[in-house]
């Protein structure tokens, strides 16, 4: 028997992300329709045009666009950092050594402990509007508990990320070598089934860029494609290696040369922009004007995460982005739509058309730009997953 269809209609603003389907860089098409068969979009044009459908959904003329592509995020953990942000906005700075804080933690919990808060958490994201969500181990350190990490984010994703690299585990602290051989040998060879991506903090306090290297290198000689903790805290050698190794893209991009823009501006790799860490430890916003203007792709996405970004909210991100980096309303929906899929080399979400992916958000607003127009206020109506009503 075949899945039934459905009509969305009445939609009175539709981002598709595809300029050959509307107005704008959006795609932007008013009193528009969308058929959705199975997890797939079957049709999208005109309401009047629209073919018929075994279900009707009126819009009543809100705003539908793609569901969010959250292309960085670090949700398999356990344990709470409340104290350190309560610390931090009390005057003290930012440092990577936090991260041990959480690996402790995680490391005590349980498999279901495990599996729970990351449920909860994709749950949260997706009431949101979030329907792509990466997933990045780096809680654990050792070789079982970042191969669990991995397993367990994957029955929730299929974007899972190695990141066995995010800093020295503690046993290792005297011998960071010893460490980066444990993450490129016996740690990879673990956690190399459960994962599509490899990922290292390149950073002061983190990983230098011939560790790095050394890291993505090996990941890449086990088929996983590279993505880049890069340029976050300091200037340094992330955004080149990233581009270098053909990482898919490099993320923070807090501190960049003109070199950094130019080589992120002539690549394949996307700058993935994460205000909720700059919102979180009081630091200085990345300049998504500078990368923009310089023809460079960029992503947004939340870097939710229990020590510098516990958010989940990308409408949180997209008016941070337009308030503090430079970005117009239009380009910020972008960059966490079609952006953070092109982030995941995904053309199968962040756009509305066609044999796309079903995954929509309806908001309770008129326009996209409602979402940095109204900061802070849920404009959440509906959400479709691969063509299900999940909110």
Not at 183 to 209: I, N, Q, S, Y
Request: aromatic share 6%; glycine share 10%; charged share 20%.
């Amino acid at each position: 028997m075949r899945n039934p269809t459905t009509l969305i209609t009445g939609i009175g603003s539709l981002v598709t992300n595809d300029p050959g389907q509307g107005a704008g860089p959006l795609g932007l098409l008013t009193d528009a329709a969308v058929v959705l068969d199975g997890d797939t979009v079957a049709w999208v044009g005109p309401a009047a045009d629209a073919p018929a459908a075994d279900v009707r959904f009126d819009a009543e003329g809100r705003a539908l666009l793609p569901g969010f592509v959250d292309s960085h995020a670090h949700l398999v953990f356990a344990g709470d950092r409340t104290a350190e942000f309560n610390a931090r906005m009390s005057g003290q700075s930012y440092t990577a050594g936090g991260i041990r804080t959480t690996v402790a933690a995680t490391r005590a919990a349980t498999d279901a402990e495990l599996d729970a808060n990351l449920a909860r958490f994709v749950r949260e994201a997706l009431r949101q509007g979030t329907t792509t969500i990466e997933c990045k181990s780096g809680y654990g350190l050792t070789v079982a508990d970042e191969a669990r990490a991995l397993r367990i984010a994957a029955q929730y994703t299929p974007e899972t990320t190695y990141l066995g690299a995010h800093v020295v585990a503690p046993e290792y602290a005297d011998d960071p070598a010893a460490y980066v051989d444990l993450v490129t040998g016996e740690m990879l060879d673990a956690c190399a089934p459960h994962a599509r991506w490899v990922d290292v903090f390149c950073e002061k306090g983190a990983f230098d860029g011939d560790q790095a290297r050394a890291v993505l290198t090996a990941g890449i000689e086990r088929g996983l494609t590279p993505r880049v903790h890069a340029n976050q805290l300091t200037y340094g050698p992330g955004v080149q290696l990233a581009v270098e190794l053909g990482a898919a893209s490099a993320d923070h991009c807090t501190h960049l040369t003109d070199e950094d823009v130019a080589a992120l501006a002539g690549s394949g790799t996307v700058a993935t922009l994460l205000p909720g860490a700059e919102f979180s430890t009081r630091a200085q916003y990345p300049d998504a004007r500078r990368l923009l203007d310089a023809g460079a792709v960029v992503a947004l996405s939340t870097d939710c995460n229990p020590g510098s970004s516990f958010t989940s909210s990308m409408a949180f991100c997209i008016a941070v982005a337009v308030r503090e980096m430079g970005m117009t309303p239009d380009e910020a929906v972008w960059a966490a739509t079609a952006g953070g899929a092109h982030a995941l080399r995904r053309g199968d979400v962040g756009v509305v058309g066609v044999g796309a992916r079903a995954d929509l958000l309806l908001l309770d607003a008129p326009s996209h730009v409602h979402l940095a127009y109204r900061p802070g206020v849920p404009l959440t109506a509906a959400v479709w997953r691969s063509g299900v009503r999940e909110v």
